[in-house]
């Protein structure tokens, strides 16, 4: 058998895809008078919280805004037994399976495929990018079935995926830099607009949990903020089997001081004049080191007693239960402010060039005078007056994180009834 090579096999399927996609969705629900079947494409790694939070968020979007369909979650090979134990917590009845479409269009597993005849629609979850392309290009190739990609960011694609994409019954991005980037590229769906990451959605909860790491730390209800530092490039190597990269390393080293003293100001600020305390947690799995070096060794010694360094990494739902119980958050990562300002927390973002457009979407929201361009002193130089503000005014925080909401809510109910119209439920 003469295998495609990648180009091909992702042009011919987006041909053909662009052939169907005026056609209704299958009508085998409607003619059994069943709910509408998603097969839900998402869950990317494990080793960072905000990515797993795009799974469980836009499953609580689907039951919220589609109650009756029946979702089906195929998840990347490395999905742990924990998390997805977590997922089931939530939502007792998600059935998951994993796997790829091999060239002859069946799947590697008899779940996988079993959960690909069933489907009518398959839904690429939020997340950095097209991440799962070759998979939905499989799929749309051997089944011919309609597809919407929900929530991503969009920085550039080859050809193929772009054509790809312009198949897509829908796509919605997470910021409006990503949709003016597709627009430019020429990507083409037929509806293309801005749709706020799924990660707003996660309801996820662990009080239990929290509730014994807060009491162990001396952490008090509403008497403590949150912070996240981290460095330019995540370290993988650190804590994969994968090797050094000597130029990110270097760029990290470079910039790491940089970077985290903003922080460390904003803290020491805090602890002095106003009496909270902040607890420094990390977002993914290496940062508890990068807390150590770069938040708590540094402090001055009256600071340091009134700062909580969180030792041991821990999942989205225990991390969630702890935000909702501070009084806000701030710091270098984007996804824990994402599921701070989706559950009534404030939230700061600072960013920098090396991450993708992704923090735009504070803009996008509303949250302009939240948001940091760590490459811009101008901007840095007011970030601890910001983030005492946040403390010391705490109704027009809670305002503004409402105001926020309110425009991602309006965002997700219009987008879930664009693929409520696809489903014909």
């Known amino acids: ?22 056609k209704p969705v299958s009508s085998l629900a409607a003619t059994a008078k069943r709910p509408p079947h998603i097969l839900l494409r998402s869950s990317w790694q494990v080793v960072n919280i905000g990515d797993i939070a795009h799974t469980p968020g836009v499953l609580a979007l689907l039951e919220k805004h589609i109650p009756d369909a029946e979702v089906v979650l195929w998840a990347s090979g490395d999905l742990s037994p924990d998390v997805a134990a977590m997922e089931h917590r939530r939502f007792p009845n998600l059935r998951i399976v994993k796997g790829r479409i091999n060239d002859n269009g069946k ?47 969009y920085d550039g694609a080859d050809a193929p995926i772009r054509e790809l994409m312009s198949s897509a019954r829908f796509v919605f991005f997470r910021d409006s830099v990503s949709l003016a980037k597709a627009n430019t590229d020429g990507v083409a769906s037929p509806i293309m607009e801005f749709g706020p990451d799924g990660a707003f959605a996660a309801d996820l909860r662990n009080d239990a949990a929290a509730t014994e790491f807060l009491n162990a730390s001396g952490l008090e209800p509403g008497r403590f903020l949150c912070c996240i530092p981290r460095l330019r490039f995540t370290p993988y190597w650190t804590i994969r089997d994968v090797p050094l990269d000597p130029k990110r ?37 290496t940062q508890m080191a990068v807390g ?3 938040i708590i060794d540094k402090l001055p010694d009256d600071v340091r007693k009134s700062v909580v360094w969180r030792e041991t990494f821990w999942l989205t739902d225990e991390a969630l239960s702890t935000y909702v119980r501070s009084a806000g958050l701030f710091g270098l990562e984007m996804h824990s402010p994402i599921m701070c300002i989706g559950n009534g927390i404030p939230a700061i973002v600072c960013r920098f060039k090396e991450q993708t457009s992704k923090g735009f979407m504070w803009r996008d929201i509303g949250l302009d005078d939240w948001l940091f361009d760590m490459d811009n002193p101008e901007q840095v130089a007011r970030l601890t007056a910001t983030v005492l503000e946040l403390v010391q005014a705490p109704e027009d925080a809670r305002i503004r994180v409402a105001k926020a909401q309110e425009v991602v809510h309006n965002r997700q109910r219009e987008t879930m009834a664009v693929l409520r119209d696809c489903l014909g439920a």
């Open 292 to 294: 150590r070096e770069m």
């Open 1 to 22: 058998m003469v295998l495609m090579s990648r180009r091909s096999f992702v042009q011919t399927v987006g041909a053909a895809a662009t052939a169907e996609i005026l």
């Open 107 to 153: 799947a590697s597993g008899s779940e996988l495929q079993e959960a690909v005849d069933w489907a009518d629609f398959l839904l690429h979850g939020s997340g950095p990018s097209f991440v799962a392309a070759k998979d939905v290009a499989a799929f749309t190739q051997h089944t011919r079935k309609p597809f919407g990609i929900y929530g991503i960011t």
């Open 249 to 285: 390393q270097a760029r990290n080293e470079a910039m790491k001081e940089h970077d985290n003293a903003p922080l460390r100001d904003a803290i020491t600020a805090v602890v002095r004049q106003t009496g909270l305390k902040v607890l420094v947690c990390p977002e993914d799995m």
